[in-house]
């Protein structure tokens, strides 16, 4: 890493910035001492231009379309990695030898279990609650059942919260999804790999066996790798921000979950699903691409555009292809796939869209996939927690190993009332 200068010139005062230089990716001007030299903030609502942290665990070229985990670009994880291997990648920065590997799935395989005091707490919730609403909280609670393992400061504690999460996070998400439908909830069977193991938790029934379908496997896996991390998004920021606090690891999660569920964010999945099925038919999607161009309207396209990829989203150019042959290898003739098919089609050739950079993003074709699956539409989302589930310990690991950590803390611009007197509730 190399570093230079800027130099920032205001009415009064001129200050030298330096700039700071990653391996990939632009330069950044460090602004720190900017209000101390010249008395103003500076000004970027939805950090658009803002870099808040340094960080080696995933780099995106968003004009270029590239994605890379620890250098390696996403096309060839897709390919060739699988889930487990991909969150081992993100956590400790190399691809694992094969005892390494063995060592680490072994560790996941032995924290699958839930405590059976959650499902206590499950039972708290209304039937009818989101699955993100009860994993959100279930998340959260872990902090009470691992008090005695909770010092932010030891590398070993903080490993440890990683494999728990990444382990029972499916657990408790399969629990949820059962108990909102009034199903046993199951136990984690040790001899299934983790995806067949998530897949069993939410569809063995205690009627019949469960056969389990490689191909339903193999696309689950594919997800995941597809959305275990995607640098400083608003759910990952939110982990660091909350993990600056020095919050611990699973209130820090929880915390992404939340931000996660947001239909700007990892909400999006759910709702292309609602809007493809509201459009019906291929024959409406004209009035709905006209919708979305109508400011006036409050709608978008859901599964369209992004904050960092302008041209192509590389997830969603895997998704697609991935969509097309999931669903024919599963036999599954879906109608709204017509309608996602006819709607890309039109917004990629609509003006507004294309002077807007708007292209389908990795949500746009992964709800169609889940549905193939069987798995509910309240669910997606939940889909996504799991997988980003790697990426956010990573991250909130990175932050606690890095030197220089400080709280997260924004300043504004105060718009509100000037100093003003207090005037006694008779006298207003
Ligand atoms: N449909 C119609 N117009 C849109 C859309 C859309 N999906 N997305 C952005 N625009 C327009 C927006 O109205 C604005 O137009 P103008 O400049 O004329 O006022 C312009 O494009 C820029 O939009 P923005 O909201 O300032 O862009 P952003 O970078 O802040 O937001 C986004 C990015 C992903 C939140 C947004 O594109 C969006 O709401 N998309 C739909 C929701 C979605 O699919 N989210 C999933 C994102 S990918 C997975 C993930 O991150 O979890």
Known sequence: MSSNNVTLTTPDHSVSLPLVEGSLGPSCVDIASIYRETGHFTFDPGFAATASCKSAITFIDGEKGVLLYRGYPIEQLAEQSRFLEVAYLL??????????????????????????????????????????????ASIASLSAFYHDTLDINDPAQRKLAAIRLIAKMPTIAAAAYRYSIGWPIRYPRNNLEYVDRFLHMMFEVPSEPLEMNPVAA??????FIL???????????????????????????????AALWGPAHGGANEAVLKMLAEIGDAKNVDK?????????????????????????????????????????????NDPLLEVALKLEEAALKDDYFISHKLYPNVDFYS????????????????????????????????????????????????????PREYVAIDKR
């Open 227 to 257: 959305h275990a991390d995607h640098e400083q998004n608003a759910s990952t920021s939110t982990v660091r921000l909350v993990g600056s606090t020095g919050a611990n690891p699973y209130a820090s999660v929880a915390a992404g979950i």
């Open 367 to 418: 709800g169609l996939i889940y549905k193939a699956l069987k798995i509910p539409t309240e669910m997606f989302t939940v889909m996504f927690a799991i997988a980003r589930t790697a990426g956010w310990i990573a991250h909130w690991i990175e932050q606690h190993e890095m030197p220089g950590g400080r709280i997260g803390r924004p300043r504004q611009v105060y718009v509100g009332a000037e």
């Open 91 to 136: 956590l400790e920065g190399e691809l694992p030898g094969t005892a390494e590997m063995a060592g680490f799935e072994d560790a996941v395989t032995h924290h699958t279990m839930m405590h059976e005091s959650l499902k206590n707490f499950l039972r708290g919730f209304h039937y009818d609650a989101h699955p993100m609403a009860m994993l959100c």
């Open 218 to 223: 193999k696309a689950l896996d594919l997800l």
């Open 288 to 332: 709905a691409v006209a919708r979305a161009k109508d400011k006036e309207s409050g709608f978008r396209l859901m599964g369209f555009g992004h904050r960092v990829y302008k041209n192509f989203d590389p997830r969603a150019k895997i998704i697609r292809a991935m969509c097309h042959d999931v669903l024919d290898k599963l036999g599954v």
